[in-house]
């Protein structure tokens, strides 16, 4: 069965760092490579959005312009593990992040109304002023 486990999350004041991980496990090294890895967020009230994706191949990637410049994404394809650096962080970054993976770059990206195939439970990031 595959599974995506995040973890980093956390309480932080504004301006702060956090650092997180997806560690995505049930795969062969082989299909892992596959799958371009996606970062979505979900605050109170609000739509789930596309923060950031990598693919796994050519390591093209994507943010949204809210957080570029501050964050970054990378991926460790034999730890099967993708990594989320949020730097300088507001309150408006408050949210559920989800771990996503697809095989489609679009989908995985946000870039569809297809949602990725596999999601990982979520990790809160709560950022005070």
């Known amino acids: 069965e595959v599974q995506l486990v995040e973890s980093g999350g956390g309480l932080v004041q504004a301006g702060e760092s956090l650092r997180l991980s997806c560690t995505a496990s049930?795969?062969?090294?082989?299909?892992?490579?596959?799958?371009?890895m996606g970062w979505f967020r979900q605050a109170p009230g609000k739509e789930r959005e596309m923060v950031s994706c990598?693919?796994?191949?050519?390591?093209?990637?994507y943010l949204r312009d809210s957080v570029k410049g501050r964050f970054t994404v990378s991926r460790d394809n034999a730890k099967n593990t993708v990594y989320l650096r949020m730097n300088s962080l507001t309150p408006e970054d408050t949210a559920v992040y989800y771990c996503?993976?697809?095989?489609?770059?679009?989908?995985?990206?946000?870039?569809?109304?297809?949602?990725?195939?596999?999601w990982g439970q979520g990790t809160q990031v709560t950022v005070s002023s």
């Open positions: 996503a993976a697809d095989t489609l770059w679009e989908v995985a990206c946000g870039k569809t109304k297809l949602s990725p195939s596999k």
């Open positions: 049930g795969f062969t090294f082989d299909e892992y490579v596959d799958y371009t």
């Open positions: 990598i693919s796994s191949t050519d390591g093209a990637r």
